[in-house]
């Protein structure tokens, strides 16, 4: 009867493990799953007009994004997030930023604020789940994790309010209709109204 006790508390304990080490794949299968997702973000600079930097920002991760911070960093080497707040010194530098609250799928322009200074860009942003994301200057990604650990990264970043940045807004040209397609376009009306 011993033997059977000991051995029933013995499978106890590797089921708990076993399930304690399913849980944590799927946590890390879950990441791996953002993290691509997150890899489909690309913010880049374009061209200086005016005194500031102008950036593209390319949404593909499949959702609408929040609290996309670009960076401007000043950077030889590879910026990682542990690295960031080194480059964002008490009494140096201001760092040049974009910030935008919400971001749709898809392609956007902006500016950072401040005048260039040749550097390299890193982002920061939370995905659809709320989970906060960092993208280095060299396409990494790395895990932030909640809000709180957002704010407190900007307050070791000096930038403890953040502004809403402009988008850029490109004029649109209207294209000119043939008459062919302006008359197929009202018949298609016209056939549809009749329904």
């Given at each position: ?6 051995d ?129 200057n ?21 930038l ?35 329904e």
């Amino acid at each position: 009867m011993d033997k059977l006790a000991s051995d029933n508390s013995s499978l106890k304990k590797k089921n708990s493990r076993l399930a304690k080490e399913n849980q944590a794949l799927k946590q890390a299968n879950q990441d791996l799953s953002a993290a691509s997702a997150a890899a489909g973000l690309n913010v880049w600079e374009t061209e200086e007009k005016s005194g500031k930097l102008q950036l593209k920002i390319d949404n593909q991760t499949g959702q609408a994004v929040s609290d996309l911070l670009g960076l401007a960093v000043a950077a030889s080497g590879r910026v990682t997030l542990n690295s960031l707040p080194s480059y964002f010194t008490v009494g140096g530098a201001k760092p040049r930023y974009f910030y935008r609250k919400k971001v749709a799928i898809g392609k956007t322009e902006g500016s950072l604020t401040g005048a260039y200074v040749g550097s390299d860009m890193v982002c920061l942003f939370a995905d659809a789940s709320g989970v906060y994301w960092f993208k280095g200057n060299r396409g990494q990604i790395e895990k932030i994790g909640s809000q709180a650990h957002f704010k407190k990264l900007l307050r070791q970043i000096r930038l403890n309010k953040l502004e809403e940045s402009p988008l850029l807004v490109k004029k649109m040209e209207k294209k000119k209709m043939s008459k062919k397609t302006t008359k197929k376009t009202e018949k298609q009306s016209s056939k549809k109204k009749a329904e």
